[in-house]
């Protein structure tokens, strides 16, 4: 599937697309297929080996906050190495620099994949923002 | 759950971490990132990467990250509708030799050339099975969870057989493997493999090779199948996309045809390996193994023993290492198997058995493993110096005959099996 199709079809703005760096050139490039042959050879027609991807449903992103002061912010880790002491330099730069945020850390259960309803529940009852590390 | 999140993610991840959200519904989610890794970075190497910039887009990297949370949406971030994602026109029409060209710059082949899936070809596939070809076979995807499953069809899995170069016979073995909706090229960034054993009078049938060089390029049933795994995997899912859908740092080659192993049944000592399953000697099936990979078992200690090479020693020390994870395939010629037979290990649960009881490691040693844990609810209570089984079940062990008798050798794997699937349902 060609990003820049999947974008446009969302009816997302060449704006838009343009803040995506580096998927407009990748598609570009997907696009694109070198003519090799002779055009007086014979032509075939073959099928399409693709399988049929799901339906997306468009999320609206939730609002944002109007200042951060004296909100809670989940620090929320996927699970890989070195996620937990990441996210522990966040909470010491949060303390330094914006010393009016308070932070939570959270490992989520699961794979990192996995939904944890249980974390969801204490973050919407307990904080007001996620920053959550992906990667490793 | 309505409240703001920004996602760091490290640069290695930028397009699984963009392309992923935009196929979940959120094209526009505002994503940072670090340098890569900070796995195995000093705290002062992680706190420089926030006090500096995100390397996509040059920007200070927490004054984003709290911009992330606080500047208002744009009309397209809360966007609402739904999309079906396109995959391009059901035919193509050129030249053969610029469809080869279409095809391998559209990521759909093994880089490879392929059979050319003409209508005429793949209805001679279609053939070979009674189901219809708009019948949905499964559901696939390069990652349980992390990615959304694609379905496909009968006529799909054929067009991928086709291109592979499998003769019809060899049909209803690929739509048992597609129906798991197994993906033989799973994005993880540990590069793993995945095995279809092959069990039951197909491996006949097929002219599989079981016997000599069974896991080498010298069978067109082996060497096929597996290729139309991988393709499957790539075209039925929207996998295998490096960076996108395929992370594995780098790469296996196994993933070119997988590991297709028929297992020799009639010179094995034991039961074939779908019997232990539940299924029936004369049934057709497929089973599935998964995880880092294999190795062959030459060398290993007991192996200079006489007047019998002490093979069960050899087994045990060669999968001390692997990560628990995962457990422990091995490929048995069958003159291992008799060879064990003759140690006094008259059966697979035997030999299981004994490897659980005297396969183990310190407490210390798996603190320091990667992928290796310490026994569920015991850690409080292990000390450094305690010895622990390896693995605590005896099913972490597991063994497939197969081999041509040139020498009493093993291969091992650190894979895990998954299910087992009838092949005769989908002929």
């Known amino acids: 599937m060609k990003r820049r199709n999947l974008l446009a079809l969302m009816g997302m703005s060449p704006v838009a697309l343009a803040g ?17 042959a002779m055009s007086g050879d014979p032509k075939l027609t073959v099928l399409n080996p693709r399988g049929l991807p799901p339906p997306i449903t468009l999320i609206p992103m939730a609002p944002r906050l109007s200042t951060l002061d004296g909100k809670t912010i989940y620090l929320v880790s996927d699970g890989f190495p070195g996620a937990d002491a990441f996210l522990n330099q966040v909470s010491i730069w949060f303390k330094k620099n914006m010393p009016e945020v308070k932070t939570v850390y959270r490992l989520k259960a699961g794979g990192f994949a996995d939904d944890d309803p249980k974390l969801n529940a204490e973050i919407k009852a307990n904080g007001q923002a996620v920053i959550m590390a992906i990667g490793h | 759950m309505g409240i703001p999140a920004a996602p760091m993610v490290t640069i290695a991840f930028k397009d699984l971490a963009k392309t992923n959200a935009a196929k979940r519904g959120m094209p526009l989610q505002r994503i940072s990132f670090t340098p890569h ?4 970075k000093t705290d002062d190497q992680m706190y420089a990467y926030l006090e500096g910039n995100d390397p996509v887009s040059g920007k200070p ?5 709290v911009e992330s949370l606080t500047r208002p949406l744009t009309p397209d971030e809360a966007k609402t509708g739904t999309v079906t994602p396109p995959t391009g026109a059901p035919t193509f029409t ?50 349980q969870g992390a990615f959304p499953a694609w379905s496909f069809t009968v006529q799909q899995v054929a067009v991928n057989a086709v291109m592979a170069g499998a003769i019809p016979d060899y049909f209803p073995t690929l739509l048992a493997i597609g129906s798991t909706g197994i993906s033989a090229l799973f994005s993880s960034t540990n590069s793993l493999v995945s095995a279809a054993v092959i069990n039951g009078p197909i491996r006949d049938k097929l002219q599989m090779n079981y ?6 390029p010298f069978n067109q049933a082996n060497a096929v199948i597996g290729r139309a795994w991988t393709l ?3 075209n039925l899912d929207g996998g295998g996309v490096a960076g996108e859908t395929y992370m594995g740092s780098q790469g296996n080659i196994i993933n070119y045809n997988n590991l297709i192993i028929p297992e020799n049944e009639k010179d094995s000592p034991w039961p074939p390996f779908h019997v232990q399953k539940g299924f029936k000697p004369e049934e057709n099936v497929v089973s599935f193994f998964f995880g880092f990979g294999i190795q062959q078992g030459q060398g290993g200690k007991g192996l200079g023993m006489k007047p019998i090479p002490h093979y069960h020693e050899a087994m045990s020390a060669n999968v001390a290492p692997f990560a628990s994870l995962f457990g422990a395939l091995f490929i048995l010629d069958p003159l291992v198997a008799h060879g064990l037979g003759d140690l006094g290990f008259k059966t697979k649960d035997d030999i299981a058995d004994w490897l659980q009881k005297n396969t183990t490691v310190t407490v210390k040693d798996v603190k320091t493993m ?12 292990l000390k450094d110096d305690d010895v622990i089984p390896k693995w605590e079940r005896t099913d972490a062990y597991n063994f497939i005959v197969c081999g041509g008798q040139t020498n009493p050798y093993h291969q091992l794997a650190n894979m895990s099996y998954r299910l087992s699937v009838s092949i005769d349902k989908w002929t």
């Open chain 2, 61 to 65: 990297l927490m004054k984003e990250v």
């Open chain 2, 37 to 40: 890794p900070v796995w195995g």
């Open chain 2, 94 to 143: 050129d030249t053969a030799d610029n469809l080869q060209q279409y095809f391998l710059d559209n990521g759909m082949t093994d880089y490879m050339p392929i059979i050319l899936p003409t209508q005429e070809k793949v209805d001679v596939m279609l053939k070979a099975t009674s189901h219809k070809p708009d019948e949905v076979v499964g559901k696939m995807t390069p990652a």
């Open chain 1, 20 to 36: 995506l760096p580096g998927i407009a050139d990748a598609a570009e490039k997907a696009d694109k297929s070198k003519k090799v």
């Open chain 2, 232 to 234: 499957m995997s790539k």
């Open chain 2, 211 to 216: 016997g000599i060089g069974a896991m080498g």
């Open chain 2, 370 to 381: 990667l992928f290796s844990g310490l026994p569920r609810g015991q850690a409080a209570t």
